[in-house]
T-cell receptor, first 107, second 113 residues
Framework: GIQVEQSPPDLILQEGANSTLRCNFS?????LQWFHQNPWGQLINLFY???GTKQNGRLSATTVATERYSLLYISSSQTTDSGVYFC?????????FGKGTRLSVIA | SQTIHQWPATLVQPVGSPLSLECTVE??????LYWYRQAAGRGLQLLFY??????ISSEVPQNLSASRPQDRQFILSSKKLLLSDSGFYLC????????????FGPGTRLLVL
């Protein structure tokens, strides 16, 4: 099945800093999503982005499907950005999740 | 708008006891439904998914089972819990007729003692 690798596994940022999270996948996909899991466990949809670039406020994402990777950019990070960021992909099967990037933003 | 509910929010059960977790979706029809487990740490493991009433696909063989008695109801069960069943159980739905994002419920924290 599809393999999903996320990097870095852990990231600590000073408030206001920018960051880039990466998601590599092993096969062609037609569905790629980014999620944020807050400290209370709730998984929140960030982007549905099987290809191309999207932006939502301080967050943006780019997926280069032909090269099998996606990037999530966080600009001007805030303490509320803390949590775990997951990338999930699928071809014709249910989503496969990466292990996530744990982000801690300190004031 | 669509909403997804899970209950209970937290559950502490002894080893060997039965389990029933419920998930319901409002505001949509014919959703795809999913059960995930997140053990201590961070990875999400897909347990079951369903594309329709009575249709269940199992991704990981174990002592858990799932049922979909109604279009928007998904139930996760066990006859006898194991210590290793402890974790955070998440239900999710997605539109049934197109590829699109999944939406997750608030989850149930299960501790088996």
């Amino acid at each position: 099945g599809i393999q999903v690798e996320q990097s870095p596994p852990d990231l600590i940022l000073q408030e206001g800093a920018n960051s880039t999270l990466r998601c590599n996948f092993s096969d062609s996909v037609n569905n790629l999503q980014w999620f944020h899991q807050n400290p209370w466990g709730q998984l929140i949809n960030l982007f549905y982005i099987p290809s191309g670039t999207k932006q939502n406020g301080r967050l943006s994402a780019t997926t280069v499907a032909t090269e099998r990777y996606s990037l999530l950019y966080i600009s001007s990070s805030q303490t509320t950005d803390s949590g775990v960021y997951f990338c999930a992909v699928s071809g014709n099967t249910p989503l496969v999740f990466g292990k996530g990037t744990r982000l801690s933003v300190i004031a | 708008s669509q909403t997804i509910h899970q209950w209970p929010a937290t559950l502490v059960q002894p080893v060997g006891s039965p389990l029933s977790l419920e998930c319901t979706v409002e505001g949509t029809s014919n959703p795809n439904l999913y059960w995930y487990r997140q053990a201590a740490g961070r990875g999400l493991q897909l347990l079951f998914y369903s594309v329709g009433i009575g249709q269940i696909s199992s991704e990981v063989p174990q002592n858990l089972s799932a049922s979909r008695p109604q279009d928007r109801q998904f139930i996760l069960s066990s006859k006898k819990l194991l210590l290793s069943d402890s974790g955070f159980y998440l239900c999710a739905w997605s539109p049934g007729n197109k590829l699109e994002t999944q939406y997750f419920g608030p989850g149930t924290r299960l501790l088996v003692l």
